[in-house]
T-cell receptor, first 114, second 111 residues
Framework: DAGVTQSPTHLIKTRGQQVTLRCSPK?????VSWYQQALGQGPQFIFQ???????QRGNFPDRFSGHQFPNYSSELNVNALLLGDSALYLC?????????????FGPGTRLLVL | QKEVEQDPGPLSVPEGAIVSLNCTYS??????FMWYRQYSRKGPELLMY????GNKEDGRFTAQVDKSSKYISLFIRDSQPSDSATYLC???????????FGPGTRLSVLP
């Protein structure tokens, strides 16, 4: 079992550009959550997808959007990038209704916005 | 006041020491309490979770929750250099909503 995989591992973009990050969940998991982790901070919840729908959303602007596919994989899109969007973006997968005990994180995508 | 507070450290201890890591929180709706370990350049890894108040033990790790004080702790016995990492507390309400992480405590266990 490969666990949670994310691509790409690193990305450099300029202000105003758009970016798409990808995540494949752990085998058997059906729920995907995305987090933003700034340097020296804990992860901040962006949103969660289940059954191809956004089920919960954190305090992030509409520039952040996502998608979940029928195979449970997911994408995070960020439009009109700002310098402050530079961070580690983490994807986590879990069983629906058992997030607290089954949440597995991927290694993250490190995004640098210049 | 932040929703979840945690001493950022760094905390340095000698090998074999007992380590105590703590978080305080303000939201009384939190019912689930988790501890994650994050090594440098890796994603967080779930160590333990507890529901409501009480203690839970797993090998060298013990998690304690005191909801009346809004205070949670993680104890690591016989600490090893391989325990050197950032430890993140996290909590959520009953339905997994409002999942919040603390800022993390950086721990170094010196051989």
């Amino acid at each position: 079992d490969a666990g949670v995989t994310q691509s790409p591992t690193h990305l450099i973009k300029t202000r105003g550009q758009q970016v798409t990050l990808r995540c494949s969940p752990k085998s058997g998991h059906d729920t995907v959550s995305w987090y933003q982790q700034a340097l020296g901070q804990g992860p901040q919840f962006i949103f969660q997808y289940y059954e191809e729908e956004e089920r919960q959303r954190g305090n992030f602007p509409d520039r952040f959007s996502g998608h979940q596919f029928p195979n449970y994989s997911s994408e995070l899109n960020v439009n009109a990038l700002l310098l402050g969007d530079s961070a580690l973006y983490l994807c986590a997968s879990s069983h629906a209704g058992r997030l607290q005990e089954t949440q597995y994180f991927g290694p993250g995508t490190r995004l640098l916005v210049l | 006041q932040k929703e979840v507070e945690q001493d950022p450290g760094p905390l340095s201890v000698p090998e074999g020491a007992i380590v105590s890591l703590n978080c305080t929180y303000s939201n009384s709706a939190f019912q689930y309490f988790m501890w994650y370990r994050q090594y440098s350049r890796k994603g967080p890894e779930l160590l333990m979770y507890t529901y409501s108040s009480g203690n839970k033990e797993d090998g060298r790790f013990t998690a304690q929750v005191d909801k009346s004080s809004k205070y949670i702790s993680l104890f690591i016995r016989d600490s090893q250099p391989s325990d050197s990492a950032t430890y993140l507390c996290a909590m959520s309400d009953n339905y997994g909503q409002n999942f919040v992480f603390g800022p993390g405590t950086r721990l170094s266990v010196l051989p």
